[in-house]
């Protein structure tokens, strides 16, 4: 598994630990499939920690190692619940 810096500086913005992330991801489901991104396929995954925070992950899927590209706890207004949007809709 590999953390993207962008990733990184958004765990520290938001005060997420890697643990939180790995029990995050231990529980994820997969919410928006991005396979044909100009990037390289990735998704976008909900999963919650063990005290119960949900986090949102961007992360590879055609890669042999697992990268995180960003993680953050989905919040209004461009997010209404974990697991709908707000307002207007932008693929990662």
Do not use: N
Not at 30 to 36: G, N
Not at 64 to 69: A, D, E, G, N, S
């Amino acid at each position: 598994m590999r953390v993207t810096l962008h990733a990184h500086q958004e765990m520290l913005d938001e005060g997420i630990t890697l643990d939180e992330v790995l029990q995050a991801l231990g529980s994820a489901e997969v919410l928006e499939d991005y396979s044909e991104h100009r990037r390289g396929a990735c998704c976008l995954a909900l999963g919650f920690t063990q005290a119960g925070r949900p986090l949102h992950v961007v992360c590879t899927t055609a890669q042999p190692t697992l990268i995180i590209i960003t993680v953050y706890e989905p919040r209004a207004p461009k997010w209404v619940s974990p697991t709908a949007r707000g307002g207007g809709h932008h693929a990662v």
